[in-house]
């Protein structure tokens, strides 16, 4: 039960981060779908940078900077040439997974030590439940962290409520005097380095090796996530820890002498990516839906 | 071909065909200097906000402004008492500058009027009595100066692609004047305020402040310099709430303030506004209302108001000409932009007309007749719509005790009325009184549990859909033009099918309706987002009228929509009629309701009055109604 909730954990970081910041992009207006694309230039990144340095600190420095990149080459086509942000999300996505695997080609094989908990085994206390929530390493916490500051910003701060505003109405925001497109480029930047660490912890911590496409549609799971919670930042969390445990079943099924075949369970997290999104789009509980999200905004007339 | 009105204060003159103006030719207007006397006599009296807003609702619980509260009203710093002459004098007969403007002593009364106040010195005679004027202001000032422009546009031209949106216009405004800016639809008006306020920026031409000339690259820029605007299409977030609303432009007051205030303003004035409703909940009228506090939270010096009452009821409008003309005397200049000419004649003190961009006519609406400002506005003079004695024949809408519970409006209750045949129907009302509850009704979006509440010409059609009841005869149009009766990146063509495709998709009558309506649009079959409010209300009207309809809904024909525009609208209701139609109009614009309509029923929270003979009627008597009072007490006071 404890290794289950450790790799439930380890699972939901990296969905999390993405997740969080993807939801930011929305609130805003903006529909970036390459989050996938992202999240494997940000893997690669810290892969080679943790590997050529040794420091996990640097690797995930680097990952945020790529997924930077990454997103302002999305911010200068969707919303500085105003292209359709559909079509530029997912180029991006094929993009970033075509790149990330030519860049990664000579990394394959290579492995790094996995980023250390916080706290060393030694130090931990014996009660089990005690273990879990403090043996984990800084990037957990981090994740966490930073959905309750979003939600905190969301929804506690001037600042975040000009960007909901402009996310509700770019046409109004723009004549109230709000910076549309600025607040836009910034949350979708600051969505790209939150894609970009979820890369980063995925081959730095989930698995500490690189391989071609190694996200496996994480970064599409955080989209979906995204609506799962109804862009809202709490429930960020807890669907990032159900999507984890969701996709754990494959592992754990044969465990708990489940007689369901093994490329079923595999296919769990999809498929409840996919029921998530019927369920959510039957009931109408869009409420928090950004009323322009995936518009182009042009700030003329 | 110019005209001259010799006994006039402001001298009129405009043309009948723009092109025989020469373009670069500015218009100045001039106030003489008896104007100035008589405004100066209007010293700026202390208001706060939330008194301006007690008139806003028209319950009249003004209380004049006490003594105590003579400092400091408005929290600006004080700007130096002389101004410079403007420095962009290009052309025109502005006069050099010299005098102390009066502008300078209304809007710093923190320091000037106090002074004032305490020496007993009359405001109309500042000039003589600043002990720090320059020595060029000895000299005797030019007749008319005695005010120098708040707000100076000189020469400013704006174009979208070909399209000369706003050309070579200028015009000045003065501290406590009251300008109305009139022209039809696409006149270049919205343009020409969108770059005042900074939303769009002059492809030439200079805006000037207190003569100095300014480039306002934003609206939170033009706020920071006193300019606040009230939207004609509401700048307001549906998301968000009523509080949320006002704290994104109010970005020193914390949100816990704002909501307190609003909630005691609404407490304390009747305002009626939750401070955490979400803006999707409200009606127009309200979130006209939120709009209109979130600019007066900004203590402006210069308000521009983008069709305010077309959506308020008259005494609304009165309460918030009440609002007006207080900030006005308090030296807050008022740019008015309005269709309803009424409104301006009542209002307004001085007035610019534009048509195609350009400024036509600069005159005092007070000295003119609605006829003549609307003949300045299109160049010809409006046909004003008289009610035709119509035949009317059997009930062809019968609606019966329609009640349908509140889903975030306002509750239907017990609706009771019969359209009859050649009959055109007014259901009067302010905003939010369960107008678009009762349309939705009538129109099939809300599906009704009885089949039998709603019968069109005898005919059952209560559980219909909107398909299935247009098949029956209906037809609809609604108060929404773009998202609710027509698509924007919809071509016409489109537009046009989707209404008709319930009745068979034949002939595509896109084209009939663009030249029997006079739809007037660039190409040849344009985004209906393309089109102007009046040029696409034109072509809704027109969609449903070819659709030979039984019963015709529609409601607030011509909100927002010019003269001439109306008057189309108008006609064609009437002459649908006369074909033996049943129409009814929803509308919150009681002109309209007694120049179309053959009797007039009120619709106060979600309940229905009698309908009455419009003849017999009195708009007062229907205001009263509307404002809630019951018909029993009102058949007593009458």
């Known amino acids: 039960m404890e290794a289950f909730i450790v790799s439930m954990i380890v699972a939901a970081t990296p969905l999390l981060l993405a997740a969080t910041g993807e939801l930011v992009a929305e609130r805003s207006g903006v529909l970036n779908l390459g989050v996938e694309g992202m999240m494997l230039l940000g893997a690669v990144a810290a892969f080679a940078v943790t590997l050529s340095t040794g420091s996990s600190a640097l690797g995930f420095v680097a990952g945020a900077g790529a997924g930077v990149g990454a997103a302002a080459l999305f911010a200068l086509v969707a919303l500085g040439f105003t292209a359709n942000q559909a079509a ?14 030519l860049i990664g080609q000579s990394y394959v094989g290579n492995a790094i030590d996995p980023l250390a908990p916080v706290l060393a085994a030694g130090k931990l206390p014996d009660n089990p439940a005690l273990r879990v929530i403090l043996g984990q390493d800084a990037m957990v916490y981090f994740a966490l962290l930073l959905a309750f500051g979003v939600w905190f910003y969301l929804s506690r701060t001037r600042s975040g409520l000009k960007l909901r505003a402009i996310g509700d109405d770019a046409v109004s925001a723009h004549a109230v005097g709000l910076k549309v497109l ?3 480029t910034a949350a979708v930047l600051f969505g790209g380095a939150c894609a970009g660490l979820a890369g980063a912890y995925l081959s730095l911590v989930y698995t500490p090796l690189w391989g071609e496409n190694m996200t496996a549609g994480r970064g ?7 609506v799962f919670a109804g862009w809202g930042p709490v429930r960020v969390i807890f669907g990032a820890y159900l999507f984890a445990a969701a996709s754990l079943s494959q592992f754990y099924g044969g465990v708990l002498g489940l007689s369901i075949p093994s490329q079923f369970l595999a296919m769990t997290p999809y498929l409840a990516t996919i029921l998530a999104l ?8 869009r409420r928090n839906a950004p009323a322009m999200l995936g518009l182009p905004f042009r700030p003329d007339r | 071909m110019e005209i001259e009105k010799p006994h006039s204060a402001v001298s009129i003159s405009y043309s009948l065909s723009p092109q025989e103006r020469p373009a670069s030719r500015f218009e100045t207007f001039q106030i003489p200097p008896a104007f100035h006397a008589i405004s100066a006599r209007y010293a700026p009296t202390p208001i706060r906000p939330s008194r301006l807003l007690a008139s806003l609702t028209g319950v009249g619980r003004f209380r004049p402004a006490d003594s105590r509260r003579t400092t400091s009203i408005r929290p600006r710093p004080p700007r130096p008492p002389v101004r410079q002459a403007p420095p962009v004098m290009t052309s025109g007969p502005m006069p050099v500058v010299t005098a102390i403007p009066l502008a300078a002593a209304v809007s710093t009364p923190s320091v000037a009027v106090k002074a004032d106040l305490q020496s007993g010195v009359s ?4 000039v003589s009595m600043k002990p720090d004027l320059p020595s060029v202001a000895k000299t005797p000032p030019p007749e008319n100066t005695a005010s120098a422009p708040l707000l100076s546009v000189r020469g400013v031209s704006k174009s979208f692609g070909p399209v000369r949106a706003v050309d070579a216009v200028s015009l000045d405004l003065r501290s406590g004047e009251k300008h109305a800016l009139l022209g039809e639809n696409g006149a270049g008006k919205s343009t020409l305020v969108k770059m005042i306020y900074g939303v769009l920026q002059p492809d030439s031409g200079t805006i000037s402040l207190d003569g100095r000339a300014l480039r306002i690259d934003s609206p939170s820029m033009a706020r920071r310099q006193g300019i606040g605007m009230v939207f004609q299409h509401f700048s307001t977030f549906e998301a968000l709430s009523v509080a949320e609303n006002l704290a994104v432009v109010l970005p020193d007051r914390s949100l816990r303030d704002i909501r307190r205030d609003v909630k005691r303003i609404g407490g304390e004035y009747g305002l009626g506004i939750e401070p955490d ?11 006209q209302r939120v709009e209109i506090i979130r600019c007066l939270l900004q203590n402006p010096r210069l308000l521009i108001m983008d069709e305010p009452t077309s959506v308020l009821t008259p005494q609304e409008a009165e309460a918030l000409f009440v609002v007006l003309n207080r900030l006005a005397g308090e030296g807050c200049a008022i740019l008015y932009i309005s269709h309803r000419l009424e409104d301006v004649r009542a209002l307004c003190t001085s007035a610019t007309v534009m048509r195609r961009g350009k400024v036509v006519a600069t005159c005092d609406p007070r000295e003119q007749t609605a006829a003549s400002l609307a003949k300045m506005m299109i160049g010809s003079t409006v046909e004003h719509p008289r009610k035709q004695a119509a035949y009317i024949g059997k009930p062809l809408l019968e609606v019966s005790d329609l009640s349908v519970p509140s889903t975030n409006g306002m509750a239907l209750d017990g609706i009771t009325f019969a359209a009859r045949k050649g009959e055109i129907l007014g259901i009067a009302g302010v905003a939010g009184e369960g107008q678009s509850e009762l349309f939705a009704a009538l129109s099939g979006e809300r599906i009704l549990r009885r089949n039998d509440t709603i019968r069109v010409d005898g005919r059952a059609v209560g559980k219909f859909d909107s398909t299935r009841r247009r098949r029956a005869g209906m037809a609809f149009a609604p108060e929404r ?3 609710h009766s027509a698509i924007g990146d919809m071509r016409l063509s489109e537009n046009f099918r989707l209404t008709h495709n319930a009745t068979g998709i034949g002939r595509n009558g896109a084209q009939q309706i663009r030249e029997d309506f006079d739809v007037r649009a660039e190409g040849r079959d344009p985004f209906a987002s393309a089109l102007s409010g009046g040029n696409l209300q034109k072509f809704v009207i027109g969609r449903e009228i070819m659709r030979d309809p039984a019963v015709l809904i529609v409601e607030q024909p011509t909100w927002g929509v010019d003269a001439g525009a109306a008057a189309t609208i108008h006609e064609a209701l009437m002459a649908l009629s006369a074909k033996g139609a049943a129409i009814v109009v929803i509308s919150q614009d009681l002109d309209e309701i007694f120049a179309i309509c053959d009797r007039v029923a009120v619709l106060h929270r979600g309940r229905l009055s009698e309908p009455q003979v419009t003849g017999t009627v009195t708009a007062e008597a229907l205001g009263l109604l509307m404002g809630g009072v019951e018909p029993t007490a009102l058949a007593e006071a009458i």
């Open chain 1, 88 to 101: 530029t999300g997912l180029a991006l996505a094929i993009f970033g997974t075509g790149v990330s695997g």
């Open chain 2, 123 to 126: 405001l109309s005679e500042p």
């Open chain 1, 278 to 285: 019927v369920v959510i789009s039957a009931a109408g509980a």
């Open chain 2, 277 to 287: 409703r979400r803006l999707v909940d409200l009606s127009a009228g309200e979130r």
């Open chain 1, 220 to 226: 599409w799971i955080a989209l979906a996530l995204v």
């Open chain 2, 481 to 483: 033009r773009i998202g």
């Open chain 1, 182 to 184: 600025g607040s836009r």
